[in-house]
């Protein structure tokens, strides 16, 4: 397994590994790797001829007061999970490798990230997109591996993919668990024994509205109140948002008649967990 | 030579036109062509096995108050010289084929598209940097050619294609002028007979700034003074700007001590014209 830190060492890694031919498969990561994690490089591998890992705590998608000095950084053990794997490169740039002084080049969206994790985090999709697109000009993937505990995430992606006319197949996995529900997160490292306990209620509000939207339940008001009492119940707990929206306009939804997509995103303490599901109007879990 | 309107079919024309190896060059155009377009094309023949020009008048780059609808269209003069220049393919699509409804994803430059144009033109350059990557990421072009008249254009062009990673050789060419001097441009065409006359005012500014700094002149100011004496001689000419700046910062220059560009954007009645000269400290015209 290859490992490169410039842009340079990296095209021609992966000129070289390309042969001419053969299928690129990207996951991109900001390391400290799990299990979700590993399930994109498995599809991958699966897919693809070549496959590249990005490591990379991208800072412009981390806001002013956010996590950005702390988040967990744990190259060596990323590095043996991504050889484990039959990875054939990882690609770990330093942050003045992608963004050099005078860096000012920017990718918006314009509507899709103004709402859930877009309205908390404000600056966040635009750090996303920008390095996502850095990252496929220099890996020139076929194919990219997302992880659809970051459903919005997925949704903006691609959106930019197709305005774009980006020429790359954007995969999206399922969410990888805990025994007892909590979604897998780089940021689950945070949490207090107590906080972790608590952690598990973000699952927990899931289920119920699963449950109700099974049972028949079409309105998406009862569901959000029934979520938020769930979490209420934990001291640890402070909802940033619980919604009930469209999986592609990502637009608040009243009546459930469609798939819909149920998105949160709680405080445990001070570590700001989110969690989804994608749904039937018959209450059938799917991707999304 | 080929002619394609959709997005699909100019990917399948250049893959066939590639033969799985040469360069390809690409020239961007709004259409409406003059020999400013063509020295363009010439370049890209000259450096390139496969060359393509855009034509496209693209809505995104114009403000709600400007030309778009107005813009001269002039296509099948635009493809016959483009046959007879040699080109291989012609990309020429609708505005719903590169802007489909839902379209909400751009590309910002947050620096040097805050000055000159930009300012009298807030949304023109994140117009213009959308619809040349969108063009890159269709064409993939190995070499993309842009005209120096749009100066600012060139530096914030290549400030993304830095930033972003894009694999694609810049080339500007020279400002092609008509025999008094005034710059060539698709927009000359709204001048009446007598603008027609007074537009040679920007060249003269232009050449009296020249002269100046030739003649040892090192304060930008007093250079400003007079070029805006010249174009202020002229009845139907009102300034938007004259500034002297660096050509890469686009910053104000206060004295004359390295290369500078001085570029200068006014309106002949209600045409808005622009034109530019980079010179040495010794007053000697060079490409920027």
């Known amino acids: 397994m290859e ?17 001419g031919g053969g299928r690129v498969g990207l996951a991109p990561t900001m390391g400290a790797l799990h299990e979700g994690h590993l399930s994109l490089v498995r599809a991958a591998r699966k897919e693809c001829d ?39 490169m990882v690609f770990a740039p330093a942050p003045e490798e992608m963004y050099p002084p005078g860096y000012e080049t920017y990718v918006v969206e314009e509507n899709l990230t103004g709402v859930l994790c877009g309205r908390s985090r404000p600056t966040h999709f635009r750090g996303v997109l920008t390095v996502v697109l850095k ?16 459903a919005q995430q997925a949704v903006v992606i691609k959106r930019m993919v197709s305005d774009l006319n980006l020429p790359v197949d954007i995969v ?6 805990e025994a007892d529900g909590l979604a897998m997160s780089s940021r689950n490292s945070y949490l207090s024994t107590e906080e972790r306990r608590d952690a598990v209620c973000l699952y927990e509000a899931l289920c119920r509205a699963r449950g109700m939207i099974a049972g028949g339940e079409k309105d998406a008001r009862a569901i959000r109140a029934e979520m938020r009492k769930i979490i209420g119940r934990h001291d640890s707990a402070r ?11 990502l637009e608040s939804v009243e009546t459930i008649s ?30 999304c």
């Open 50 to 88: 070549v496959v590249v890992v990005s490591i990379f705590v991208n800072p412009t998608q981390f806001g002013p007061a956010e996590d950005l000095e702390r988040y967990p950084r744990t190259f060596d053990a990323d590095c043996r999970a991504c050889e484990a794997e039959g990875v054939d």
């Open 135 to 150: 990252l496929f000009n220099i890996v020139k993937p076929d194919a990219a591996y997302f992880g659809q505990k970051d």
């Open 258 to 287: 469609r798939d819909v997509l149920i998105p949160l995103a709680v405080y445990i303490g001070r570590t700001r967990l989110i969690d989804n599901i994608c749904l039937t109007p018959e209450g059938r879990e799917i991707l």
């Open 172 to 177: 999206t996995m399922p969410i990888c668990r």
């Open 3 to 19: 490992i490169c830190d410039t842009i340079k060492k990296a095209r021609e890694a992966i000129a070289r590994l390309r042969k």
């Open 239 to 249: 909802i940033d948002y619980v919604e009930i929206v469209d999986p592609r306009t």
